[in-house]
T-cell receptor, first 114, second 113 residues
Framework: EAQVTQNPRYLITVTGKKLTVTCSQN?????MSWYRQDPGLGLRQIYY???????DKGDVPEGYKVSRKEKRNFPLILESPSPNQTSLYFC?????????????FGPGTRLTVL | AQSVSQHNHHVILSEAASLELGCNYS??????LFWYVQYPGQHLQLLLK??????LVKGIKGFEAEFIKSKFSFNLRKPSVQWSDTAEYFC???????????FGQGTTLQVKP
């Protein structure tokens, strides 16, 4: 079954404690991205990756890092989380074929930073 | 900068009422348009999409949307809503052939039984 998986699904942490949210897709997609969802703001892109070892900033990259060492995985790293990073995070992937294609979203990770 | 605007933030309807959710985008070039739905506690699911061709597109669960290029709009419609349609709805635009989706703020739909 084609899918994007994220772990953990729920996480409560404290300010400054480094954390990683994993994302994995089984569709051999080149493009992967991270979004955060906040009430009244919709989804905003944090980082994206066009392929292995190719990453770039989205609209709200401050406080986040990513890496793309393998095609299937795209972890999101918060080196020193702060309360304003409390949010719902979605990973997404899509193929980079000739035309536009549909993005597949993971189930979401609800992060609370105290 | 490109942006997507959803006019209705919170809509409350009774079952069997008709639904129309507005979506406008700001970009003059080629766009691909999407509506996603997020049921309570679940992840985003694609409702329908427009890439080219017939501007009236039909999606799952009886939803449809009409792309009106002159108005930069992509409104979502359903003739008769059900309680199970209670969810948050997001309009999104993919500009050119990039992978980035620009989302609207979302509309929360509450359907009363």
């Amino acid at each position: 079954e084609a899918q994007v998986t994220q772990n953990p699904r729920y996480l409560i942490t404290v300010t400054g404690k480094k954390l990683t949210v994993t994302c994995s897709q089984n569709m051999n997609h080149e493009y992967m991205s991270w979004y955060r969802q906040d009430p009244g703001l919709g989804l905003r892109q944090i980082y994206y990756s066009m392929n292995v070892e190719v990453t770039d900033k989205g609209d709200v990259p401050e406080g986040y890092k990513v890496s793309r060492k393998e095609k299937r995985n795209f972890p999101l790293i918060l080196e020193s989380p702060s309360p304003n990073q409390t949010s719902l995070y979605f990973c997404a992937s899509r193929a980079l074929r000739g035309g536009a294609d549909t993005q597949y979203f993971g189930p979401g990770t609800r992060l609370t930073v105290l | 900068a490109q942006s997507v605007s959803q006019h209705n933030h919170h809509v409350i309807l009774s079952e069997a009422a008709s639904l129309e959710l507005g979506c406008n985008y700001s970009y003059g070039g080629t766009v691909n348009l999407f509506w996603y739905v997020q049921y309570p506690g679940q992840h985003l699911q694609l409702l329908l999409k427009y890439f080219s061709g017939d501007p009236l597109v039909k999606g799952i669960k009886g939803f449809e949307a009409e792309f009106i290029k002159s108005k930069f709009s992509f409104n979502l419609r359903k003739p008769s809503v059900q309680w199970s349609d209670t969810a948050e709805y997001f309009c999104a635009v993919n500009v050119g052939n990039t992978g980035k989706l620009i989302f609207g703020q979302g509309t929360t739909l509450q359907v009363k039984p």
